[in-house]
């Protein structure tokens, strides 16, 4: 398991060229960043077993391991899949760059690189990669259960809570594991392959309980982000009409906005109409002192929680 760093602004430079490392670690030191490096791709594994790098400068060519085969081996590991990745590419190496993308570089600067440009562009990745990874954790402020695989559904974070949920119904999985437990894979295999279909949810029904998948969005090639529904609906109900003090029909139009339903699925489940789900929103905003559905719906995941 990876130790989280005690730096700030940490930096991992991959790179087999001396010149270029004492060059480019120089510049970030002087920059106030704390600069590691590795001069291989295998060194740069070992060394992010103990450390977690804000951001990681990727050599493109280097022997053995080179810096596409070494970024693919990152982004597969859960624990590391959330650092941002720039490439570093030679002037004349143009066709690097599609490479770089495809295996989750976010970003490539041409050597010999630019000092300026290069600290612009680490400070401003160094950002949205903490912000990015930040958000994982802050879903849980929510109560989100919420699950990302890449494109083709190897599994890559989730939320705590997201995990406790999958191994409820998979007893010992932890995100640890890498791979998902093997109901889930089959589950977002079937949610992948109806995305062209228009059906953006497939159910895990066993006897230990009912998780509903539910594809929320994809934010790169590389990211889908599913949203997991532990299905309980009359325990559910219950637990909000007594909790929040709202009526049964209340309970339930607000049970169904929680596992993220519109308005026009709620109006099918509970077959009544569209315009009586809204009223019926509008006097549970009004009873729980909200004005937003997402704010309503964080309430009802809360109050199902306790």
Known sequence: MNGASNHQNTILIVDDERDSLRLMSAALEAAGITVLIATSGAAAM??????????????????????????????KNPHLAH?????????????????????????????????QELLARVRVHMAQG????????S?????????????????LWCSPLAERAIARLAPGWSKEDVALPPQFRTAVQRLLARRTLGAGSVRIEQPLGTVELVLIAQYRESEVLIRLNELNP??????????????????EVLLWLSYGKSSGDISDVLSISPRTVQKHLERIFEKLGVETRAAAAAMAIRAIDQ
Do not use: C, W
């Open 46 to 75: 070992n060394l992010l077993v103990h450390i977690t790098p804000d951001l990681i400068l990727m050599d493109a060519v280097m022997p053995a391991m080179d810096g596409f085969e070494t970024t693919a081996a990152i982004k």
């Open 83 to 115: 650092i941002p990745i720039i490439f570093m590419t030679g002037l004349t190496e143009s066709e690097h760059v599609v490479e770089a993308f495809e295996v989750g570089g976010v970003d490539y600067v041409r050597k010999p690189a630019n000092i």
């Open 130 to 137: 903490r912000a990015q990874h930040a958000s994982v954790a």
């Open 139 to 155: 879903l849980d402020a929510t109560g989100r259960l919420m699950l990302a695989t890449d494109a083709h559904g190897r599994f």
């Open 234 to 251: 009359d325990e559910h109900a219950a637990q909000l009409k007594q909790r929040l003090q709202i009526t049964d029909r209340e309970a």
